[in-house]
């Protein structure tokens, strides 16, 4: 149980162009999700929460207007680089707390791979 | 910021042997979680220790925490060619949930 899917595992795309992720829960409600990046080598840093039906709360220094987060069902919410650039390019994880297991347990994605040229 | 901060440590060691690795925090917390994450992939959670436990075990896991000094480590006893990994400790430092995640210890168990 408590399985997070993300679409697509990876993607490659042009400059100023917009990308979305989908990250699902397939057999729990996630009440919660949140998204992070990681960059190579690197830790994972928060960059928002997302609460089903509501607006997700960013980070700070994290551009809202950048990156679009929307969580319209308890399983999925997608995350959306806008008009990417290089600097974008980062390793994008989702997780998910609700209904299965603890619900201060997070399960995370395989995560997505994003590669702007 | 985000904390759960550990030194950034790369580990090499053969199979059969131990890995220690440790983590520290800057503020109160009421959970430390430990993480694993292979070259590419996701997270893998593998233990979570609360502020009033000192020591916890699962399988070949051992997971200590010192509030007093802010610490916290993870044994890996026996360690297998597929404990291969990057290791992450991570609190909720942040609140409601969210996750501090510290810098990650890379450890390769030689065959």
């Known amino acids: 149980g408590a399985v997070v899917s993300q679409h697509p595992s990876w993607v490659i795309c042009k400059s100023g162009t917009s990308v979305k992720i989908e990250c699902r829960s397939l057999d729990f409600q996630a009440t919660t999700m949140f998204w992070y990046r990681q960059f190579p080598k690197q830790s994972l840093m928060l960059m928002a929460t997302s609460n089903e039906g509501s607006k997700a709360t960013y980070e700070q220094g994290v551009e809202k207007d950048k990156f679009l987060i929307n969580h319209a069902s308890l399983t999925l919410s997608t995350l959306t680089v806008t008009s990417a650039h290089p600097e974008d390019s980062s390793f994008y994880i989702c997780s998910a707390s609700g209904t299965s297991g603890r619900s201060d347990t997070q399960y995370f994605g395989p995560g997505t791979r994003l590669t702007v040229l | 910021s985000q904390q759960g901060e550990e030194d950034p440590q790369a580990l090499s060691i053969q199979e059969g042997e131990n890995a220690t690795m440790n983590c520290s925090y800057k503020?109160?917390?009421?959970?430390l979680q430990w993480y694993r994450q292979n070259s590419g992939r996701g997270l893998v959670h593998l233990i979570l220790i609360r502020s009033n436990e000192r020591e916890k075990h699962s399988g070949r896991l051992r997971v200590t925490l010192d509030t007093s000094k802010k610490s916290s480590s993870l044994l890996i006893t026996a360690s297998r060619a597929a404990d291969t990994a990057s290791y992450f400790c991570a609190t909720d430092a942040l609140g409601n949930n969210r996750l501090a995640f510290g810098k990650g210890n890379q450890v390769v168990v030689i065959p």
């Open positions: 503020t109160s917390i009421n959970n």
